[in-house]
């Protein structure tokens, strides 16, 4: 379904990624590249500065993929209220 997205210029895996996630489809694991979900993140575990991608990465190594997906979804739709 999502093979070829990523020929279409300005369309990249970080793009099909997210959109596998907010259909639902959480295999893809957690994002830790994300900025507004590191801020999220970050605010949430009140840290100084935002997380960086590392850092978050780290964090979300020993989670099932499927629940770091639901996690990033979680935590991306809270930056849109």
């Known amino acids: 379904m999502y093979e070829g997205l990523e020929a279409v210029k300005g369309i990249g895996s970080w793009t099909v990624a997210c959109a596998r996630i907010m259909v639902g489809d959480y295999s893809v694991g957690f ?14 575990l009140e840290r100084d ?7 978050v990465k780290t964090m979300f190594e020993g989670v099932a993929k499927e629940e770091g997906g639901r996690i990033f979804s979680i935590l991306w739709n809270k930056t849109r209220i």
């Open 31 to 44: 994002i830790s590249g994300d900025l507004a979900v590191r801020k999220e993140l970050s605010r949430i």
């Open 49 to 55: 500065g935002v997380m960086k991608p590392k850092e």
